[in-house]
C-alpha cells in the first residue's frame, strides 16, 4: 500500500525490506548475489531477455531495461534499497566521446522515487593513466588518457552528483584487473596457449589485480561500510609487473613461458586494446580497503589465487 507522505508511491525506506538492485550483473554481480542469498532481495537490470532465466535460477529477480534507453529506467525509481552500479560505458560515446550518459541516466532514474541508501559504483582504475610505476593511494589526482577511462571519469562524477545533491551514500570502487580460475578468459592461460609475447623487463610495466570473489566482497562491504563520496581501491597486495605475472601463470600451469619483446615490436605484433594496458604502470594502495571496508583478502595476492583447481587444463 503506497504511503500517504509518498506521492510518489513508494513507501518509505523504514517500511521496506532490504532490497539490492543490481545494474550490470555479470560474473561479479552474480558472485554478490551469491554472498548475499537469503539475506535481501536481489533485483537485477538486463538488457538481454535471454539472461532472466539464468537470474531467476540464481535466486534474483529480473528487471529488463536498457541503459541506453532512459524510458526503460522508470521503473527502477524507488525499487531499492542499495544499488550496485557495475555496468561499464558505453564502448563509443558519440559525439560526446567523453560521457558516460549511462550512469547519469540510472542517477536520474532513481531519483524519481525514493532513494537507496547507498550507491556503490564500479570503476576503474584506469582513470590514473599511466603512474610510471609509482604506488598511488587514492588521494591521486586522475588522468585518464583514453577514451574509455575518460567515460568512467565521468560516470564518477555522476555518481558523486547523486550523493551531493541527493543525500544518497554513494562509493566508488577503483578496480584493477579482475582475475579468477572460475570465471571467463579470468586466466592468462589462452594467452599462454597462443603464445602471446610479454615486455621485456626494462620496458614492462605495473599491474594490479584482484580475486573475482574478493571483488564480490569489496562490493558488498561497501554496500554497507563504504563512506560517503569515498573512493577506494579495490586491489590485492600483488605488485608484479605484468610479464612476470604471466610468467608465474606458466609456471603454475606448466607451460612455457612467452617470448620477451621490446616494445617497439610489441607494437607491431599486438592488438591496440592489449597495448593500451601495456602503457600504464601503477600499483594501488589498497589501505582503505582493509582499514575502512574491513575486507579480509582470501587471495591476498595472485600466487594463491591462480592456484585454484577449478579451471579445466
Request: overall charge positive; hydrophobic content about 35%.
Amino acid at each position: 500500500m503506497p504511503s500517504i507522505n509518498s506521492p510518489s508511491g513508494a513507501l518509505p525506506a523504514r517500511f521496506r525490506r532490504e532490497r539490492l538492485l543490481i545494474v550490470g550483473c555479470g560474473d561479479v554481480g552474480q558472485r554478490v548475489a551469491r554472498d548475499l542469498r537469503g539475506r535481501m532481495q536481489l533485483v537485477a537490470l538486463t538488457s538481454s531477455a535471454d539472461r532472466v532465466g539464468v537470474l531467476r535460477t540464481a535466486g534474483i529477480r529480473p528487471l529488463v531495461g536498457n541503459l541506453d534507453d532512459p524510458a526503460t529506467l522508470r521503473r527502477l525509481a524507488g525499487i531499492a534499497t542499495r544499488v550496485l552500479h557495475l555496468a561499464p560505458p558505453a564502448r563509443d560515446g558519440g559525439l560526446a566521446w567523453w560521457r558516460d550518459q549511462r550512469t547519469t541516466m540510472l542517477a536520474r532514474a532513481l531519483r524519481l522515487r525514493s532513494l537507496p541508501s547507498a550507491f556503490v559504483y564500479g570503476s576503474t582504475s584506469g582513470v590514473y593513466g599511466d603512474c610510471g610505476g609509482a604506488r598511488i593511494d587514492e588521494t591521486r589526482a586522475v588522468r585518464p588518457d583514453t577514451p574509455r577511462s575518460h567515460r568512467r571519469v565521468d560516470a564518477e562524477r555522476a555518481v558523486r552528483w547523486l550523493g551531493r545533491s541527493a543525500g544518497v551514500r554513494a562509493s566508488i570502487l577503483r578496480i584493477p584487473g579482475i582475475y579468477a580460475p572460475d570465471r571467463e578468459n579470468g586466466t592468462p592461460r589462452a594467452r599462454l596457449q597462443r603464445g602471446t609475447p610479454v615486455l621485456r623487463q626494462e620496458d614492462d610495466v605495473y599491474t594490479s589485480h584482484i580475486h573475482a570473489d574478493d571483488l564480490a566482497r569489496a562490493c558488498i562491504a561497501a554496500l554497507y561500510r563504504g563512506k560517503p563520496q569515498r573512493v577506494v581501491h579495490a586491489a590485492d597486495d600483488t605488485e608484479l609487473r605484468m610479464g612476470d605475472y604471466i610468467d608465474l601463470a606458466a609456471d603454475i600451469y606448466g607451460m612455457p613461458r612467452p617470448p620477451r619483446v621490446a616494445r617497439g615490436e610489441a607494437e607491431r605484433q599486438l592488438p591496440l586494446q592489449l597495448l593500451s594496458f601495456m602503457g600504464e604502470s601503477r600499483r594501488l594502495d589498497n589501505s582503505r580497503l582493509k582499514r575502512e571496508l574491513r575486507v579480509r583478502l582470501s587471495h591476498p595476492t595472485v600466487h594463491t589465487g591462480l592456484q585454484e583447481k577449478t579451471e579445466s587444463s
